[in-house]
T-cell receptor
Framework: GNSVTQMEGPVTLSEEAFLTINCTYT??????LFWYVQYPGEGLQLLLK?????DKGSNKGFEATYRKETTSFHLEKGSVQVSDSAVYFC????????????FGKGTMLLVSP | SAVISQKPSRDICQRGTSLTIQCQVD?????MFWYRQQPGQSLTLIAT?????????ESGFVIDKFPISRPNLTFSTLTVSNMSPEDSSIYLC????????????FGPGTRLTVL
């Protein structure tokens, strides 16, 4: 079956630090990969996606590259802000028309001024 | 993308009662989903709600406890029946657009507390 493994949090950084949140996956087919962000008290927002190997998804300064050889989709940002404090979820969806999302456990990011 | 609204945003309920959560999507979608998220945890899929057919429930969730309606392509409801404190959680609905690569768009969630 499919699975997503994320690094455990919380990840605690100072403002302007470099961020990496690791994500690896197991899938039987050729999945699409996603990062979602959940701010306190809110639902999940799609942050970025990549649909095939070597694709780079990017949004709001965040980036992640679909690495098929290492089955990874690590989230990076060059300079985090306090407003980036949230929980980040890595997820995958198989390429079939009725597939569901498989989520990682989430990684909490705390950014201090 | 899709914009999704949920009602109510939060509620406090008594043990043994039922609550119906509404989910509205701003565009027509075939697939809608209901999730539960307990504090500090990831999302657990309750069921997939397709218009015109019975909802498909995941292991550990049953229709008698979580009946779902899907009367059209933009709306769904989830009822949490005969509630107990263990049902206290955030309930999220989502929709999968017809075009796309399997991504889902989520509502803001309903925060349920059962006393």
């Amino acid at each position: 079956g499919n699975s997503v493994t994320q690094m455990e949090g919380p990840v605690t950084l100072s403002e302007e630090a470099f961020l990496t949140i690791n994500c690896t996956y197991t899938a039987t087919g050729y999945p699409s990969l996603f990062w979602y962000v959940q701010y306190p008290g809110e639902g999940l927002q799609l942050l970025l996606k990549a649909t095939k190997a070597d694709d780079k998804g990017s949004n709001k300064g965040f980036e992640a590259t679909y690495r098929k050889e290492t089955t990874s989709f690590h989230l990076e940002k060059g300079s985090v802000q306090v407003s980036d404090s949230a929980v980040y979820f890595c997820a995958l969806s198989e390429d079939s028309g009725y597939s569901t999302l498989t989520f990682g456990k989430g990684t909490m990011l705390l950014v201090s001024p | 993308s899709a914009v999704i609204s949920q009602k109510p945003s939060r509620d406090i309920c008594q043990r043994g009662t039922s609550l119906t959560i509404q989910c509205q999507v701003d565009s027509q979608v075939t697939m809608m989903f209901w999730y539960r998220q307990q504090p500090g945890q990831s999302l657990t899929l309750i069921a997939t709600a397709n218009q015109g057919s019975e909802a498909t429930y995941e292991s550990g969730f049953v229709i008698d406890k979580f009946p779902i309606s899907r009367p059209n392509l933009t709306f769904s409801t989830l009822t949490v029946s005969n509630m107990s404190p263990e049902d206290s959680s955030i309930y999220l609905c989502s929709a999968r657009p017809e075009s796309g690569f399997g991504e889902q768009f989520f509502g803001p969630g309903t925060r349920l507390t059962v006393l």
